[in-house]
């Protein structure tokens, strides 16, 4: 089993639509949570912390399930501009503060 | 202020063929990373440096990969004897503090194709 996994997509969405992604992981131990976005052919950049009581950002919306072992990220009115990958990201304390990031969930917003 | 710097952007070479891939990461960041990013996947740690020590190479092909970081600034990677897998981006990042503390900030990558 792969240390954390996405659904690669794509999900095609219309703008406006909302739109949520999952990301399991393997490691019960694992500490801190990310989303990361990256753009085609550009580097990953952080987009989100994922907090245990959940978080929102304008349309972003993250959430922690420590005992199912997921984390969701949540778009709302989805924008053209939100086509991207995004990547879910676990840290594993043990180890030196690894960073795992998962293949990426592809996001395609369309008019 | 300044990203991470990466050289060069682009290189392509042989099989077998040797190459390097340099990094600068942001002023007075204490922690650098190298990860491959194949085409579709996700980046993959090769090597975590703390200033000039090594944290986790674990997943560092030791028999063709080097890395060193030697004065706790810049950093270089290097591939020797290249392979057809090794097509990829090769991404550095760093960070102020260790991975679980923050965020980590990626240069642009260096893009290599192994023909």
Same mark, same amino acid.
């Given at each position: ?6 659904d @690669? ?9 909302? %739109?949520?992604?999952? #990301? +399991?992981?393997?490691?019960? *131990? /694992? ?8 753009? #085609?052919r550009?580097? @990953?950049?952080?987009?989100? /912390? %994922? ?19 997921? $984390?969701?990220?949540? $778009?709302?009115?989805?924008k053209?501009s939100?086509? *991207?990958?995004?990547l #879910?990201? %676990? ?8 960073? +795992?990031?998962?293949?990426? +969930?592809?996001?395609? %917003?369309?008019? | ?17 040797s190459?390097a ?95």
């Amino acid at each position: 089993r792969k240390e954390v996994e996405q659904d @690669p997509g794509p999900f095609n969405v219309p703008e406006g639509a909302t %739109v949520a992604f999952n #990301c +399991t992981y393997s490691n019960s *131990a /694992s500490q801190s949570f990310f989303w990361y976005r990256q753009d #085609c052919r550009k580097e @990953p950049k952080l987009l989100m /912390s %994922v907090y245990s009581s959940g978080n929102e950002d304008g349309r972003f919306t993250a959430q922690l399930n420590r005992a199912s072992q997921y $984390i969701s990220l949540l $778009i709302r009115d989805s924008k053209l501009s939100d086509s *991207a990958t995004y990547l #879910c990201v %676990v840290n594993h304390r043990g180890g030196g503060n690894k960073l +795992t990031f998962g293949t990426g +969930t592809q996001l395609k %917003v369309e008019l | 202020e300044a990203g991470v710097a990466q050289s060069p952007r682009y290189k392509i070479i042989e099989k077998r063929q040797s190459v390097a891939f340099w990094c600068n990461p942001i002023s007075g960041h204490a922690t650098l990373y190298w990860y491959q990013q194949i085409l579709g996947q996700g980046p993959k740690l090769l090597i975590q440096f703390q200033n000039n020590g090594v944290v986790d190479d674990s997943q560092l092909p030791k028999d063709r990969f080097s890395a060193e970081r030697l004065k706790g600034v810049d950093s270089t990677l290097k591939i020797q004897p290249a392979k057809l897998e090794d097509s990829a981006v090769y991404l550095c990042a760093s960070s102020p503090r260790g991975a679980g503390a923050g965020e980590l900030f990626f240069g642009e990558g260096s893009r290599l194709t192994v023909l």
